[in-house]
């Protein structure tokens, strides 16, 4: 039976995911998947982990606390001269002087440090912690002598092992203040517990006397400085008295409060009279501004508001409205030469005339209003600013006065505080108290503190579970394989008609004998979910040619069209060819001669249909294997003799299964398709690349062939007690519910 035209609406509709979605379940697939891999990488890390902390020699830190008390000393101080600072800064500034170089260096020539064992370099003591130092300047000296300026300078090699051994000490060493408080603690970490607690302490010491030393070295200098800046001082105090005197004598100034100024009263006066005077210009400009917008029309300046206002012309427009009542009056009466008309004619116009003569009158007045405002407002402004001025000047020469009085006054308490402190320094006695005192010295540390066994194995385990969860979400994601049934739908876009479990089969064992000796296991009750689904599909236009093809090789399609069609002979009569006519496999799993004939002889006409056809025992199943090879396997296949032969044997059979070669290896799928009524593809798990099943389905969907769906074969098993058979590769797809071992 030839198919009907691809029918679009057929194929499932494939859903679409939100690639944003967090599917929980999924993650914890691939975790579970990956367990054991987890596991043991987890246990390599902590293996690792092992090896090296109990290989580090252990590490004691022993801890003294200082406390710091603030300056109290008479000397001038940096606050007296300059500003005052904060106590958070000094204590600040002193956490830095105890992790000074200079301290550290104190310190280690004190202690002869350079001959300890413990920073000898190239012993184990040497370092704390396992470091990779490397120097390029030395290295590129090594190998290229000119670079290291020919011969080694024994002082610049010394200067370096110093330095060297200044930064150790500076690793070791931890100074820490105490918040809300002043203390200071002062640890030191070494291999050797005595030798921690002995720097720490010692450390305290040498920054107290070290402090001591500096107090001491600042008194004198003190002492020498303020001797030679009294003098200076003295002079530049003369010499800003002298100014001072010099400028009231210039300006004739008796004091400050001397000085005349303009009072305020004066400057608010003028302010509101120019007020006053923005007003008045503002009101005549407008009036003005109407009267050139009226560009000469008689009519516009008449209805002016300053014109009509205007008490004058109101008078002369009430006489000419009469002179016009009077003149239609007459013209009622007389004729128009009438002198009585001429005469009121005349009286108009003469009123007329009088009428606008005071509008240009008005008009002309309204002009020097503008005038005479504009100007008496300049006249105000200019008094406002050299009021202004004056006062500006008066406020300067205030200024002035107050600046030099202000430097004799400054200068005055400064040659003053500067004498007082020389006095204080010279007669102080109590210079040499120490700002610092050991409130907790240091004891002899008992536990180390490093290295933290406990601490670095638990975070490797922790670390080597985040990588092998992460190492299995990269293979996951990097495997494009299928796995479950939710690939097969949203890759292909294809329903999913079962999923076929993997078998683990005898030597001599086949999957048919297999599904034929064990009827209720997993495998069986997958290939009939296989025929249940076909069937269901079909029930309108039940599939007469079925045909049942792959990607690639080694899928397992033949296996699936033998059980297949063996599962359809208990309902219906079926008949299976095998047309991969290049690696034919019915006729020895079948249990068939070789060389028993088949599909090639009946296209040839060899043979009879009767003699290619076998029954297999007394079943409705028979076979048509694949004959002689031929040498053109696809012409013989899409030849009219084999749609003839198809048609022939429709009418004798309910069901014909043809086992076709891959799509992608050859052509024959794609040209037996054209000749059935539906498609079958198996999909190998866990081994069927994407791309090559997508590339299958598009090329069989190019041939309008049928796609009835796909079949999920080879799929690990897991056993889940209650259900018989769990299938976490299709995503609870049950196999055989209902049936139990035994």
Same mark, same amino acid.
Request: aromatic share 8%; charged share 25%.
């Given at each position: 039976m ?6 679009? %609406? ?9 690639d ?12 579970h ?9 987890a ?9 090296v ?6 590490v004691?830190q022993? $801890? ?16 007296d001269?300059y500003?005052v600072t ?12 105890l992790k000074?170089r200079?301290?550290a260096?104190?310190?280690? &020539?004190?202690?002869? *440090?350079?001959k300890?064992?413990?920073f @000898? ?17 030395d290295?590129?000296?090594?190998? /290229? ?10 002082e610049?090699?010394a ?10 000490f ?5 100074v820490t203040?105490?918040r ?5 603690r ?7 517990p005595?030798?921690a ?7 305290a ?5 070290s ?9 004198? +200098?003190?002492t020498a400085?303020?001797a #030679? ?11 800003s ?17 001397g000085v005349?100024? /303009? ?8 302010? @509101?009279?120019?007020?006053?005077? @923005?007003?008045?210009?503002?009101r ?7 009267v050139?917008?009226? +560009?000469?029309?008689? &009519?516009?300046?008449a209805?002016?508001?300053a014109?009509?206002n205007?008490?004058v012309v ?5 006489a ?7 003149l239609?009056?007459l ?9 009585k ?6 009286? *108009? ?5 009088a ?10 007045? *309204?002009?020097?209003?503008y005038q ?5 407002e ?5 008094? *406002?600013e ?6 500006q %000047? ?10 030099l009085e ?10 003053e505080l500067?004498?007082?402190r ?17 409130a ?5 540390p ?20 985040l990588f092998g969860?992460?190492?299995?979400? /990269?293979?996951?994601?990097? &495997?494009?394989?299928? +796995? ?9 876009g294809?329903?999913l ?8 089969l005898s030597?001599?064992?086949?999957p048919?004998?297999?599904?034929? %000796? ?7 009750? %997958?290939?009939? $979910?296989?025929r249940t ?13 079925i045909?049942? $093809?792959s #990607?690639?090789?080694g899928?397992?399609?033949?296996t ?32 068939l001669?070789?060389k028993?004939?088949? /599909? ?9 249909a009767?003699?290619?056809?076998? @029954?297999?025992?007394?079943r409705?199943?028979?076979v048509?294997p ?7 396997p696809?012409e013989l ?20 299964i043809?086992d076709s070669a891959?799509a992608?290896?050859? #052509?024959?799928?794609?040209v037996?398709?054209r000749?059935? #009524?539906?498609?079958?593809y198996?999909?190998k798990a866990?081994s ?7 590339e299958g389905?598009?090329?069989l969907?190019?041939y ?13 098993q ?11 590769y ?13």
């Amino acid at each position: 039976m030839l198919m009907d035209a691809y029918d679009i %609406s057929r194929e499932p509709v494939r859903e679409e995911f939100d690639d944003e979605a967090i599917d929980l379940r999924e993650y914890w697939r691939i975790i579970h998947s990956h367990k054991w891999s987890i596991i043991g990488i987890a246990l390599l890390f902590v293996l690792v982990a092992v090896l090296v902390v109990f290989n580090q020699r252990p590490v004691y830190q022993a $801890t003294a606390s200082l406390l710091i008390e603030p300056e109290s000393n008479k000397i001038v101080q940096i606050e007296d001269v300059y500003a005052v600072t904060g106590d958070d800064a000094y204590y600040r500034t002193q956490v830095e002087i105890l992790k000074s170089r200079a301290l550290a260096a104190r310190v280690i &020539d004190k202690l002869s *440090l350079a001959k300890h064992p413990e920073f @000898q370099p190239g012993e184990d003591g040497g370092g704390l912690n396992f470091q990779f130092n490397f120097n390029w300047r030395d290295w590129f000296a090594a190998w /290229l002598p000119a670079m290291g300026e020919g011969v080694p300078d024994p002082e610049a090699e010394a200067l370096a092992v110093r330095e060297a051994l200044i930064g150790d000490f500076l690793e070791r060493l931890k100074v820490t203040p105490v918040r809300k408080t002043r203390f200071v603690r002062i640890s030191f970490e070494a291999h050797d517990p005595a030798l921690a607690a002995h720097i720490a302490n010692t450390l305290a010491d040498t920054y107290i006397e070290s402090d001591l030393d500096a107090r001491l070295e600042m008194t004198k +200098k003190a002492t020498a400085w303020l001797a #030679s800046r009294l003098e200076e001082l003295k002079k530049k105090l003369r010499d800003s008295e002298q100014a001072l005197q010099a400028y009231r004598e210039k300006e004739k100034l008796v004091d400050s409060g001397g000085v005349g100024t /303009l009072t305020a009263e004066q400057l608010q006066d003028l302010r @509101q009279n120019l007020v006053v005077a @923005q007003q008045e210009r503002i009101r005549a400009q407008a009036a003005v501004s109407q009267v050139r917008a009226a +560009k000469g029309d008689p &009519d516009k300046l008449a209805s002016i508001p300053a014109v009509l206002n205007d008490p004058v012309v109101s008078s002369l427009k009430a006489a000419e409205v009469e002179a016009e009542r009077r003149l239609k009056t007459l013209a009622k009466r007389y004729g128009a030469k009438h002198p009585k008309m001429a005469a009121a004619r005349a009286d *108009l116009q003469e009123a007329r005339a009088a009428v606008r003569k005071r509008v240009s009158s008005v008009i002309a007045g *309204l002009e020097k209003e503008y005038q005479v405002a504009l100007t008496n407002e300049r006249a105000i402004r200019a008094s *406002l600013e050299n009021a202004k001025g004056e006062m500006q %000047s008066i406020h300067r020469k205030s200024y002035q006065l107050n600046v030099l009085e202000r430097e004799v006054e400054s200068n005055r308490q400064l040659y003053e505080l500067f004498l007082k402190r020389l006095k204080e320094t010279s007669e102080t006695g109590d210079l040499q108290k120490a700002n610092a005192r050991i409130a907790d010295p240091a004891v002899v540390p008992v536990v180390p503190v490093k290295p933290k066994k406990s601490l670095i194995v638990s975070i490797a385990g922790v670390l080597g579970l985040l990588f092998g969860i992460g190492l299995a979400f /990269l293979l996951e994601r990097l &495997d494009n394989t299928f +796995k479950r049934a939710s690939d097969v739908e949203e890759r292909l876009g294809l329903p999913l008609l079962g999923a076929v479990p993997h078998l683990k089969l005898s030597k001599n064992e086949t999957p048919l004998g297999y599904a034929r %000796s064990h009827a209720q296991s997993l495998f069986a009750e %997958s290939v009939r $979910t296989v025929r249940t689904s076909v069937l269901l599909s079909g029930l309108d236009e039940p599939y007469k040619v079925i045909v049942v $093809t792959s #990607s690639v090789p080694g899928e397992g399609k033949s296996t699936l069209a033998m059980n297949l069609a063996d599962s359809l002979g208990d309902m219906h009569k079926v008949l299976l060819i095998d047309a991969d006519l290049r690696r034919p496999t019915v006729a020895s799993t079948w249990g068939l001669d070789r060389k028993a004939r088949g /599909l090639s002889e009946f296209l040839s006409q060899s043979a009879k249909a009767s003699d290619c056809v076998h @029954q297999l025992g007394e079943r409705n199943v028979y076979v048509m294997p694949s004959g002689v090879v031929p040498p053109n396997p696809l012409e013989l296949l899409s030849s009219r003799r084999f749609k003839e032969a198809l048609d022939t044997l429709g009418r004798t059979f309910d069901h014909i299964i043809i086992d076709s070669a891959p799509a992608l290896a050859v #052509s024959d799928a794609l040209v037996l398709s054209r000749n059935a #009524s539906g498609v079958i593809y198996v999909i190998k798990a866990d081994s069927t690349p994407y791309p090559a099943a997508q590339e299958g389905v598009k090329r069989l969907r190019q041939y309008k062939a049928h796609l009835i769906g796909a079949v999920l074969n080879d799929v690990p098993q897991k056993k889940k007690k209650g259900y018989g058979y769990y299938d976490s590769y299709g995503g609870s797809y049950y196999g055989s519910y209902g049936y139990t071992q035994g």
